[in-house]
């Protein structure tokens, strides 16, 4: 299936992908658009559009999209709550002290995102701090 987002992927829309990847669709494919061509990228294409204004998946309430996406797909796995916490806090940035780890998520993310303006490359080299942090809540749970 393909998902759409906006381009310039940082903490969400690096999570979200991840998430959908290793959780929900392991066929996954991303498409990175403006702003302003999500919902119509995603009809055009038959994909499910996230983490953007007017999204099937976004922020729902207090939750970040990481969060409604694992509601929404009724996974239940205490890492990967704890993970959504950190995620969470790392993605609102009034909830940033939330986890301790959520300052280093977004440290890393917004680096990465200054590294790399390809949001496929920052999926490729995110995506191992997101397993890691995974097997980290594992063990932590």
Not at 7 to 27: H, M, S, Y
Not at 89 to 117: H, N, T
Not at 129 to 141: I, K, R
Request: aromatic share 10%; net charge negative; charged share 25%.
């Amino acid at each position: 299936m393909k998902w759409v987002t906006r381009e310039n992927a940082k903490v969400g829309r690096v999570a979200c992908p991840w998430l959908i990847t290793r959780f929900i669709d392991p066929q996954a494919e991303f498409l990175f658009v403006p702003r302003e061509e999500i919902l119509d990228a995603a009809r055009r294409e038959g994909a499910h559009s996230f983490d953007a204004k007017g999204a099937e998946f976004g922020h729902r309430g207090r939750k970040c999209t990481f969060e409604t996406l694992i509601e929404a797909h009724h996974l239940h796995d205490p890492a990967l709550e704890r993970l959504a916490v950190i995620v969470h806090g790392a993605d609102v940035p009034e909830d940033i002290g939330i986890a301790p780890e959520a300052a280093g998520l977004l440290a890393v993310s917004e680096g990465m995102a200054k590294v790399s303006p390809n949001d496929h490359r920052k999926l490729q080299f995110l995506f191992p701090v997101y397993d890691a942090l995974y097997a980290w809540c594992q063990e932590a749970s």
